[in-house]
């Protein structure tokens, strides 16, 4: 029986869809070139590896003056969220909890990461007390 097609992106599919991320429609070259800042590539791969994202999902295409333009299909945001979620479920059984701890308890965050943490869950705190916040309707 065949495997499920999955539609996240692997690490290098990740690596293209940043470049798109910060710098918006771009031609195949100039992706390799963002591509090739950090690493050697192929064009032919980096062609490939487009087509494949195409067929996942992950990003469209148009037209341009001289070639395809490539985009992300969805931001960052959503991207990373359903990685994360996915990340959550698999590794710690959906449990934010036990993540936390685990990154908490081997000592991975900085002082200065903690701190931050604790304001994102303060402000997430007050936004459950306010009438009409998306954390105060989980349905949302």
């Not at 487009?50 to 931001?75: I, N």
């Amino acid at each position: 029986m065949a495997r499920p097609r999955n539609s996240q992106p692997t690490d290098g599919e990740l690596e293209i869809l940043k470049h798109l991320w910060n710098a918006g429609p771009c031609a195949l070259g100039h992706i390799c070139s963002l591509l090739r800042q950090e690493r050697s590539v192929a064009t032919t791969t980096v062609a490939t590896m487009l087509t494949v994202m195409l067929a996942k999902g992950l990003v469209t295409r148009s037209r341009g003056s001289r070639g395809y333009l490539w985009s992300a299909k969805s931001g960052r945001a959503a991207t990373t969220g359903k990685l994360v979620d996915r990340f959550v479920e698999r590794a710690f059984d959906g449990s934010v909890h036990l993540l936390v701890a685990h990154l908490v308890e081997s000592k991975k965050l900085t002082t200065k990461e903690r701190r931050q943490v604790l304001e994102l869950l303060e402000k997430g705190a007050a936004a459950t007390r306010k009438p009409g916040s998306a954390l105060a309707d989980p349905q949302r």
